[in-house]
């Protein structure tokens, strides 16, 4: 294929996770287009996770829910600017990942005289995308995997093949940053350290924080570890309770950012959480993962790859601590088992 666009915008309007799991498709364009400057349109959690990939050479920065939510003057204000911005930059190739009729339009009002857009019934404005061949339509969007369906809107640039795992390095100074945490903390001398994240985007989703508590304390007593607490600004409302329920030794990681987070994953042994965007990026950095999901949850956004262990109930309250805790020691003494499945 002969075409060779050189400024490219990609629009990844995902949540956290959504864009972790985006880093495939990523890696793609960036592969494909060796030559091109790359720009990756984002939410600013996920601008910290394209910053870390080293997939793009910019950001566009764009809090989405506040020009959605915000008020209407202020917001049509913000999306003038936003697009005038877009248009300066002169883009000759947009690529839609997510494409949502915003997304869509935003790329349209680009200017860009090529538009690759992922096809979605009834969330994508198609008539505004005009690359040729097509990809492919989105269906069965609870089974396909997120990956698999961002991938997909690259077949017609002759992508094929590519590494279906998020991969992410960390950076040497938030690996100095972590490294004097866990100094001060006494949590660097050799003690396996096992991360917990009790929070989720929706409470239906969180295990009970008791639970988690009960865990910590099992492997605090029992395997010798280091229990560290992963909590974002939606869960800070939990430190007292974690610093009365945990045991006296965890500690509780609540201001770092992104690229703090994943450095300070790279370093445990096991990675316990729900269904979070956390989650996706311990798996990215190579930690192996013990994920807690209820049935209901598509399989279409579970980590990728053979260390993992992933627990289903009927609701996550059924979850068990003994079922949490099997898995995480199966990981720990580096035994690989089939998925679990609570009653």
């Known amino acids: 294929m002969s075409f060779d666009p050189r400024n490219i915008l990609v629009i990844d309007f995902g949540q956290l996770g959504d864009v972790v799991l985006s880093l495939p498709a990523l890696h793609g364009i960036r592969e494909r ?3 091109a400057a790359i720009t990756v349109a984002v939410g600013k959690p996920g601008a910290e996770v394209v910053e870390l990939s080293g997939y793009a050479d910019s950001t566009l920065m764009i809090d989405r829910v506040a020009l959605r939510d915000g008020p209407k003057l202020v917001s049509l204000t913000r999306i003038a600017r936003l697009v005038q911005g877009v248009r300066r930059s002169q883009f000759d190739f947009v690529i839609d990942l997510h494409s949502l009729s915003e997304t869509n339009l935003l790329g349209f009002l680009s200017g860009a005289p090529k538009r690759l857009y992922s096809r979605r019934p009834t969330r994508s404005l198609d008539f505004l995308a005009n690359f040729h061949p097509r990809p492919p339509l989105e269906v069965d969007h609870r089974r396909r995997h997120l990956i698999d369906r961002y991938l997909d809107v690259l077949i017609p640039l002759g992508v094929k093949d590519a590494d279906r795992l998020p991969h992410l390095k960390t950076r040497a100074a938030d690996d100095a940053a972590i490294e004097k945490i866990l100094k001060q903390a006494e949590a660097d001398v050799g003690t396996p350290l096992v991360g917990l ?16 508590a009960e865990l910590a304390d099992f492997l605090a007593r029992n395997d010798q ?10 869960e800070r409302a939990f430190v007292q309770d974690i610093r009365r329920r945990f045991p006296p030794s965890t500690l509780i990681l609540d201001k770092l950012t992104i690229p703090q987070v994943a450095a300070a994953q790279a370093r445990l042994a096991v990675f316990v959480s729900n269904d979070t965007g956390p989650m996706h990026i311990a798996s990215a950095v190579g930690t192996p993962v013990v994920l807690l999901l209820d049935k209901r949850a598509p399989q279409s956004y579970l980590p990728q790859g053979d260390r993992h262990q992933i627990i289903y109930s009927s609701a996550i309250n059924d979850v068990t601590v003994e079922e949490v805790y099997t898995a995480a020691r199966t990981v720990l003494t580096g035994n690989r088992s089939a998925t679990l499945f609570a009653s």
């Open 225 to 234: 570890v280091r229990i560290l607490v992963f909590l974002g600004p939606e």
């Open 33 to 35: 287009f060796p030559k």
């Open 197 to 212: 994240f009790p929070g989720a985007g929706h409470p239906s989703r969180r295990w009970p924080l008791e639970r988690f």
